[in-house]
């Protein structure tokens, strides 16, 4: 009995289904964790340690103009790439900094994290790929992540050395500008739509810090 063959309409979404984990999607991960690390045992960029900037940058360079299921794939396993990275850079240069100290890396705060990061980017995934379209999604998308560096700014506005994190939010904006944006109206509407979304922002911003002292109160 001969065997039927795939045909390219049966192979094409199996072939991009096993595309999604690229190698550069989890080497930005791990570079950003890596920094965020750094950046925790830092006096000047501490900031950055404590906020989602990175992250959120990370996100958007992985998942843009990607088809959906691709950029979900390459968003969860960046960021799981990302918290590993963070959790262990901290190990290791608190082992560099203070020599000779104990470390131990909470294992359950990294498992809390990491799952986290799988819900945070399929969301992402499938909602950030839109940006750089030109349509009412793209310019929602975009807007959406403006929104969300805004609010994050707002969150850690009490602490000490935000002026760090004001320039790198600039700089994220931009970032996100030029991938997202590809005209002046299309700016003026997400600045627009950017401003109510900030709210929003600031709750999904502050959800995980509020989820993790929930669970730190229930583990005593």
């Known amino acids: 009995m001969p065997i039927e063959a795939e045909d390219d309409a049966t192979r094409a979404p199996r072939s991009d289904y096993f595309r999604a984990f690229d190698l550069g999607a989890i080497l930005a991960g791990v570079a950003s964790g890596a920094v965020g690390a750094y950046a925790y045992y830092s006096d000047v960029l501490r900031p950055l340690a404590h906020s989602f900037t990175i992250w959120i940058v990370l996100v958007v360079a992985v998942t843009a103009g990607a088809p959906r299921w691709r950029a979900a794939a390459r968003a969860v396993g960046a960021l799981i790439a990302a918290v590993l990275a963070f ?52 310019t929602v998308a975009t807007a959406v992540v403006v ?3 805004v609010a994050d700014v707002v969150r850690q506005s009490g602490r000490s050395g935000v002026g760090v994190l004001l320039l790198a939010t600039v700089v994220a904006i931009g970032f996100v500008g030029i991938r997202g944006i590809r005209s002046l109206r299309q700016g003026l509407q997400v600045a627009a739509y950017a401003i109510p979304l900030a709210g929003l922002g600031f709750m999904i911003v502050s959800a995980p810090d509020f989820l993790e002292e929930v669970l730190i109160r229930l583990s005593l």
């Not at 294992?107 to 379209?133: D, K, N, Y």
Request: aromatic share 12%; net charge positive; glycine share 16%.
């Open 147 to 149: 929104g969300l560096l």
């Open 87 to 138: 959790y262990w850079g901290k190990a290791l240069v608190y082992g560099v900094k203070y020599a000779g100290m104990p470390y131990e890396i909470d294992v359950s705060t990294t498992v809390l994290w990491c799952a986290l990061a799988i819900a945070g980017g399929l969301i992402a995934g499938f909602l950030l790929s839109v940006i750089g379209r030109s349509d009412l999604r793209g």
